[in-house]
């Protein structure tokens, strides 16, 4: 099956540390996204990359970081300076026609 | 720059009642359409979109979304909603052809259908 996968599901970061969020995607997409939910704030762009080893940043950057060296995969480091972490974490690909395709979401909490 | 209004942010209805949950855009220049739905803690699933066309779009699962260019609108709709609807609903807007095809996204509706 096509699709995008996330990886954990559930994460916890203690102050200080560095984590990696999984995304990867089977569907051949060049284009990767980050977004980050918070509860009545839609979707916020962090990071998006339109092809293998190029990457902007989004809305949100600061405190993030990411890598783009396969097609398939686009991790997502959340480091120590992003003071407010806490948050569901969505990764996306576009397809045709400006489509995008989610993947099922990592929620972060900082212990 | 586009930029996208969802005008409520939630929406109580009795199961069975008809929905509308409204979206309206703002652009400069020709734009492609969504609706996305969210279920509790789970990713976006694309519900509907529009390209170009027929500007009546449809889903498998009985919804409805009508592009209106004059109005900047383009509102979801449900003749009849079930139990199973409850959920948080995105609208997003694209401009065709653009350097990054980043979607600019509403902040959300949470439609609540009650028993």
């Known amino acids: 099956d096509g699709g995008i996968t996330q990886s954990p599901k559930y994460l916890f970061r203690k102050e200080g540390q560095n984590v990696t969020l999984s995304c990867e995607q089977n569907?051949?997409?060049?284009?990767m996204y980050w977004y980050r939910q918070d509860p009545g704030q839609g979707l916020r762009l962090i990071y998006y990359s339109q092809i293998v080893n190029d990457f902007q940043k989004g809305d949100i950057a600061e405190g993030y970081s990411v890598s783009r060296e396969k097609k398939e995969s686009f991790p997502l480091t959340v480091t120590s300076a992003q003071k407010n972490p806490t948050a569901f974490y969505l990764c996306?690909?576009?397809?045709?026609?400006?489509?995008?395709?989610f993947g099922p979401g990592t929620r972060l909490t900082v212990l | 720059a586009q930029s996208v209004t969802q005008l409520d942010s939630q929406v109580p209805v009795f199961e069975e009642a008809p929905v509308e949950l409204r979206c309206n855009y703002s652009?400069?220049?020709?734009?492609?359409l969504f609706w996305y739905v969210q279920y509790p803690n789970q990713g976006l699933q694309l519900l509907l979109k529009?390209?170009?066309?027929?500007?009546l779009v449809e889903s498998i699962n009985g919804f409805e979304a009508e592009f209106n260019k004059s109005q900047t609108s383009f509102h979801l709709r449900k003749p009849s909603v079930h139990i199973s609807d409850t959920a948080e609903y995105f609208c997003a807007v694209s401009a065709p052809g653009g350097a990054t095809n980043k979607l600019i996204f509403g902040t959300g509706t949470l439609l609540a259908v009650q028993p």
């Open positions: 996306a690909s576009n397809g045709v026609t400006n489509t995008q395709y």
């Open positions: 529009y390209l170009s066309g027929s500007t």
């Open positions: 652009s400069s220049v020709s734009v492609y």
């Open positions: 569907l051949n997409h060049d284009a």
